[in-house]
């Protein structure tokens, strides 16, 4: 079992940053790869970034690249989602995930373990 928390969420004005992190605890050492994904009100969850816990290995969805980066601190066990450049369509709950499983993924079904979320608001 690996336990996520999120925090970092807030509300922001459009062109603000903010920084997510993603506390991991449990059988930490399972993990492959973190993710972060996001929900806004009336969508389906979708894929916002994810890093490999052993080499770092990035990937991003479209509309982020340039403005978030993922890392992670392995001696905290923490993943971290620094958001630049925010706009309104950013708006969403963000949600860490943890794969047990080796090899990354973009998709929901790919991640095991799930946070709670934590809510972003961009206003314009």
């Known amino acids: 079992q690996v336990q996520l928390v999120e925090s970092g969420g807030g509300l922001v004005q459009a062109g603000a940053s903010l920084r997510l992190s993603c506390a991991a605890s449990?059988?930490?050492?399972?993990?492959?790869?973190m993710g972060w994904f996001r929900q806004a009100p009336g969508k389906e969850r979708e894929f916002v970034a994810s890093?490999?816990?052993?080499?770092?290995?990035?990937y991003y969805t479209d509309s982020v690249k340039g403005r978030f980066a993922i890392s992670r601190d392995k001696a905290k066990n923490t993943v971290y989602l620094q958001m630049n450049s925010l706009k309104p369509e950013d708006t969403a709950v963000y949600y860490c995930?943890?794969?047990?499983?080796?090899?990354?993924?973009?998709?929901?079904?790919?991640?095991?373990?799930w946070g709670q979320g934590t809510q972003v608001t961009v206003s314009s």
């Open positions: 449990g059988q930490t050492f399972t993990t492959y790869t």
């Open positions: 890093i490999t816990w052993g080499g770092g290995t990035t």
């Open positions: 995930a943890a794969r047990v499983v080796p090899g990354t993924s973009t998709q929901i079904s790919g991640f095991r373990y």
